[in-house]
Each structure stands twice: as C-alpha cells, then as structure tokens.
T-cell receptor, first 111, second 112 residues
Framework: QKEVEQNSGPLSVPEGAIASLNCTYS??????FFWYRQYSGKSPELIMF????GDKEDGRFTAQLNKASQYVSLLIRDSQPSDSATYLC???????????FGRGTSLIVHP | SAVISQKPSRDICQRGTSLTIQCQVD?????MFWYRQQPGQSLTLIAT?????????ESGFVIDKFPISRPNLTFSTLTVSNMSPEDSSIYLC?????????FGQGTRLTVV
C-alpha cells in the first residue's frame, strides 16, 4: 500500500514569510514527485515537479527532495495572500503511470 | 497542456437516483481517470477508462455502482448509480500528458 502523508494544517503564515510544506511517502520505488495547488472549489493545478535529490527552484517556489529520508517539501518564499490554498503532494512510482495523492495541506497567508 | 470540460459542475440529487458526469478533452488521450475527493480528503482514484475496453476499477469501487463509458479518445462519462448521501463528494476527471495530470473543473454532488 503506497502512502503519502501530509499534515492537513491549516498552516498559517504572515504575508512575506516563507511557507514550508512537507510530505512523506512510504514507497521507496517512487521516482516522480509533484506539488499541486488547489484553490477552494477549483480543481488541482500543477505548480512543481522534481525527480532528483536536492532542490529545484521556480520563481518563489522551491521543491526539495530527499529520497533517503523519503520526504519532499515545498517552500514558498515571500508568501502572498493569493498563495492561500490547499497544496497536494503527489508521487508516482517507477512502475505506475498513476500518481498517489496526499490529502493536502491547507495554507493560509494572512496580511 | 490539456483543456478538460466537465459537466455538470454541481448537482443536488435525490437518494436512489443516478447521475452521469461527462468529461470532454481537447486532445486525444489513451487513458482518462476518474477521482473522488471527499471533504478534507485526498483524491481517491475510482477507475481508469481506456477507449475500447472496460474500465479498470480500484479497490472499493465496482462497475455496478460507477459505470464508465469511453466511446472515443476525447470523451468519457462516469455514472454514480443508486445514490446515497455517502456519495456526496466532488468527482473529477483527469488525463495525463507527459508526467503532468490535468483535471476537469470537478462535479460537486450532494445527495439528499
């Protein structure tokens, strides 16, 4: 059973701060790691993906992957109220084309 | 990218009835996926719909309850049959292009 664990939150940060979202997974064969953002009442949209250990930066977003410790994180710098949403971690193993989703972490950025 | 049109966006249904959700993709895709997202929960895969063959259902989901059609490479339907209040949820269709998953707008179903 592949499991993807996320703290449901809510995580509350002030505007301008760094928001840190974490995700752990159980399947050591996992190869692809994704972060989706889901605004309330909307469908998920991809914001980052990472395949290799280390950091990957895209604008204000940084994904961090540590396969040895089986966690992936998302950092959001200079958080804005518009970043308030639920962030879903999704993971694909090498033998599957279907991602397994975590339950998501609710992020609230307050002015 | 892929643009997915899903309808209806929401519905309120009486228990014991059925609702069919439609999903139209702007490009041809081999597989389409149907998810359920209950309040505060993750996306749970219901089934994978392949054109020209029966859908593949995940554990806990059966064809009699969630029949799926896939008549061509751009269209699929999911029917929620004999509904009960426990079926109240958001239902999402999805496709994958390269490694990215794209989702329809979702159908918010309330069963009363």
């Amino acid at each position: 059973q592949k499991e993807v664990e996320q703290n449901s939150g809510p995580l509350s940060v002030p505007e301008g701060a760094i928001a840190s979202l974490n995700c752990t997974y159980s399947d050591r064969g996992s190869q692809s790691f994704f972060w989706y953002r889901q605004y309330s009442g909307k469908s998920p949209e991809l914001i980052m993906f990472i395949y290799s250990n280390g950091d990957k930066e895209d604008g204000r977003f940084t994904a961090q992957l540590n396969k040895a410790s089986q966690y992936v994180s998302l950092l959001i710098r200079d958080s804005q109220p518009s970043d308030s949403a639920t962030y879903l971690c999704a993971i694909r193993s090498g033998g599957s084309y279907i991602p397994t989703f975590g339950r998501g972490t609710s992020l609230i950025v307050h002015p | 990218s892929a643009v997915i049109s899903q309808k209806p966006s929401r519905d309120i249904c009486q228990r014991g009835t059925s609702l069919t959700i439609q999903c139209q993709v702007d490009s041809q895709v081999t597989m389409m996926f149907w998810y359920r997202q209950q309040p505060g929960q993750s996306l749970t895969l219901i089934a994978t719909a392949n054109q020209g063959s029966e859908a593949t259902y995940e554990s806990g989901f059966v064809i009699d309850k969630f029949p799926i059609s896939r008549p061509n490479l751009t269209f699929s339907t999911l029917t929620v049959s004999n509904m009960s209040p426990e079926d109240s949820s958001i239902y999402l269709c999805s496709v994958q292009l390269n490694t990215e998953a794209f989702f329809g707008q979702g159908t918010r179903l309330t069963v009363v």
